[in-house]
């Protein structure tokens, strides 16, 4: 096949950076068919599920022939509507195996003002198969509303995963996306958040894991328009063996956006001499009176560290997966449940032997 060019960001920069977009060329698309393992767990009745999607295009999205099989070939839809002021949540569970190889899922979340919700998404794998995965979640959070979104890729890393991200947020508002990216040769994510109401907060915390030759591509971006709106992306990763990581993450602080905060802090352990970083975080201003920082860091593990940690009777792998573990905490702590913060370091032992 041709050079798939996706992931395009919305602002240029060098060449020489080779991170504006991406090409691959070990994709294949295969046919949808009926995707049946799916678990929905709802804690409220109040919140209605409905197959009345959206199919308004996408501000960026991964791009146009992704954007396409979503509208046009989902075997999976659903829209969520969050009508309860309590902190319940939903859960839905995809699992991947022989009978259901390929999953085009379109997810829409909104919030009534003021409700609250904790939505789980999970994609696993039960083996080794090739498998495919695109999904888009769009969310649209009304006045005060406060929605947590827990996203969880564990595919194996012989599958492709592509997932964009929209949300738009009224006045008042949190969002919040955890997101733990494991899996996928290919794992390929498009975010965009446009903050439009005052006081609204937009937040993402990532963790990405990569091994053997995985590619992890994701590109961020935040609009804030609201005055005294905020966002802070915060992104840790790991890469071993041959794996590489692209960050593209840009914070826009729009006209009118007075008092307006961002902050994006991306940072890469490499533990392999042979994985690759490269992350472009940017800041874009066209208003007075904002606050806005930015940072990135890649580097190997630290020999001091490890010999500390073997010194304790640990040889180098569990040394390693210790370190990563650390490393992540943070972000991990914030999943609702101790079963899935234990399925996130089963992975990372798992992934790292």
Known sequence: MKDLVINETSVRTSRNFQINDIKLTNVEFPKIKEFKNVNITCDSQKDEISKNVSREKLTYGIGTRFEQEVFENANFEAKINVNTKTN????????????????????????????????????????????????????????????????????????????????????????????????????????????????????????????????????????????????NMIIEGALNDNAKNHFKGIIDFKNGCKKAKGNEQESCALLSDNSKSIAMPVLLCSEEDVEGSHGNSAGKVGNKELFYIMSRGFDRKEALKLLVKAKFNSIIEKFPSDEYKNRVLYEIDKRLD
């Open 88 to 231: 319940k949540s939903i859960e839905l569970d995809f699992e991947f195996d022989k009978d259901n190889i390929a999953l085009v899922d379109n997810i829409d979340i909104e919030s009534e003002e003021g409700c609250k919700e904790v939505i789980n998404i999970i994609y696993k794998s039960k083996d080794d198969l090739e498998y495919y995965h695109n999904g888009l979640v769009r969310l649209y959070a009304k006045k005060d509303a406060n929605i947590k979104v827990n996203i969880i890729n564990l595919l194996n890393v012989n599958s492709n995963n592509f997932i964009s991200i929209e949300n738009k947020l009224e006045e008042g508002s949190i969002v919040e996306y955890n997101v733990v990216d494991f899996g996928g040769k290919n794992s390929i994510s498009n975010y965009y958040s446009n903050v439009v109401g005052d006081n609204a907060t937009s937040n993402i915390n990532t963790i990405f894991l990569g091994v053997k030759d995985q590619l992890i591509d994701s590109n961020y971006v935040t609009d804030l328009r609201g005055k005294k709106s905020e966002t």
